[in-house]
């Protein structure tokens, strides 16, 4: 019986994993990208100062310029973007080691039409238990590693942050 019931954890754990790496390596990119990104702004603002010191005329100003703008927004997107993967990933990770162990039932879902990594983001209405607390309600907004892993009344395990009981993390792999 339990070799039966190992495929389906030993597969599910593996799409965890892979998610995470996925996420990981989106929100590297994403930094990465932004850091280059701003360097093409840093050049364009060099160049808006050699075209200034040159006296260019001011259409060629403003052309150097925007485009300098351009790539210093695009920059700092992706830099908010990776960052804040990489917060949620290193947050995880803290959860699911120190956090305190508890249970969620799941009262509501809705899926979403948006998909991270090739999972379906779904938005959660649970009902948290911790030891030694009162039941209480948390809204969770996540990718699901796999379709069906969830339904109405569903008993998941989760982590909370003992300081802060909104923030909780599903463990996928329990």
Known sequence: MRDMQRGPREALERSVAALDRAKRGNAIVCVVLGVLFAGFAAVCAFGVG???????????LAGVAAFGLF?????????????????????????????VRGSARVLRYDESRLRVDGASVYTFDLEVELP???????????????????????????????????????????
């Open 50 to 60: 050699v075209v200034g010191v040159r006296g260019g005329g001011g259409s060629e």
């Open 71 to 99: 790539w210093f927004a695009l920059a700092l997107l992706l830099l908010v973007i990776g960052s804040r993967g990489l917060a949620k990933l290193r947050k995880k990770q803290r959860l699911m080691t120190s956090g």
């Open 132 to 174: 030694n607390r009162a039941p209480y309600a948390v809204r969770l907004t996540e990718p699901v590693p796999r379709r069906g892993a969830v339904h109405d009344g569903a008993l998941l395990t989760v982590f909370a942050d003992p300081h802060q009981p909104s923030d909780i993390v599903i463990d996928w792999w329990s």
